[in-house]
């Protein structure tokens, strides 16, 4: 299923209480629909979806949802290493009018590719919204075999992975032995690019908070024929790239967004905010454009 090129993990904004900020989160997503993003996953690891309840994850579900007004896709994420609870998460958020879930690789109890399969498909059966599969071993401790994304393809309402293994040989199998219609996004800001070369459909990004009309730019170049171009946009957006991963996620994207004027406020613990010797360094790495849309 294509869900758009630019699929922006969307930050989730808090107050100085450290709740869940509703103006601020209305802010943020029509500047994201404005500058690039096709589509926004809420509650995702960027979401800092360790740290939310799952009524303040499903309260964000449904607010999004109606301030995005059928404008851009939303995915809700709904995993867990929990299967029961991620049935549970998924038919609660199935009622919250977003468009589709994604699910976390089950991470800290390291089931085998059998209990991976089994772990999606039983939540998959238990909702008619589509299924996007998140392999991200980096995160989880274990990924998801390209055997077992191929036979989870086949399960109808199974139609999409955010691929942020880094493993293009991977990512190549999956696109070439599953259905035409089911489709990958690279869970790498860096890999965009060479995801989009071996038939990748986009990315979900983090980078896309700030430079996201420079990426939807640099996909269209991409897809028009113009790889030259995509590549001399890739080179340059790069540097900011890496800086948005140089501290722990999300703090670094945050302290991003405060900047150029979008306040999404401060990170939960565990995580922490970043130093001002951590924000300079970022600030000397953000575009001069602040975040709106490339002009060519």
């Known amino acids: 299923m294509n869900f758009g090129n630019v699929l922006t993990a969307m930050v989730t904004p808090f107050d100085q209480n450290g709740d869940i900020n509703f103006d601020a989160t209305r802010t943020l997503v029509n500047y994201l629909i404005a500058n690039g993003s096709d589509g926004l996953i809420v509650a995702g690891t960027t979401g800092e979806s360790p740290t939310l309840t799952n009524t303040e994850k499903l309260d964000l579900f449904r607010f999004v949802a109606q301030v995005a007004n059928g404008r851009v896709s939303v995915i809700a994420g709904t995993g867990s290493n929990n299967t029961r609870a991620s049935i549970e998460l998924t038919e609660q958020a199935e009622q919250t009018g977003v468009d589709a879930i994604m699910l976390t690789t089950p991470y800290y109890n390291k089931p085998s590719q059998e209990g991976l399969y089994q772990h999606y498909k039983a939540i998959a059966h238990a909702t008619s919204l589509p299924v996007m599969l998140y392999n991200i071993p980096g995160r989880s401790a274990v990924g998801i075999a390209p055997e077992t994304i191929i036979r989870l393809s086949e399960v109808n309402n199974v139609v999409s992975v955010k691929e942020a293994s880094g493993n293009i040989d991977a990512m190549t199998d999956i696109i070439r032995q599953t259905p035409d219609d089911f489709t990958l996004y690279s869970g790498d800001d860096s890999m965009t690019l060479p995801a989009l070369a071996i038939g990748g459909n986009g990315v979900i990004s983090v980078a896309s908070h700030v430079i996201g009309g420079d990426m939807q730019e640099m996909v269209q170049h991409f897809k028009n024929g113009d790889v030259q171009r995509a590549a001399a946009i890739h080179q340059q957006l790069l540097p900011t790239m890496k800086a948005l991963f140089a501290q722990p ?23 922490v905010p970043l130093t001002e010797e951590e924000k300079q360094q970022l600030r000397q790495k953000l575009p001069a454009h602040n975040g709106r849309p490339h002009s060519a």
């Open 249 to 271: 996620s999300p703090s670094p994207v945050k302290a991003a967004l405060n900047m150029i004027g979008v306040s999404v406020g401060d990170v939960r613990l565990p995580m």
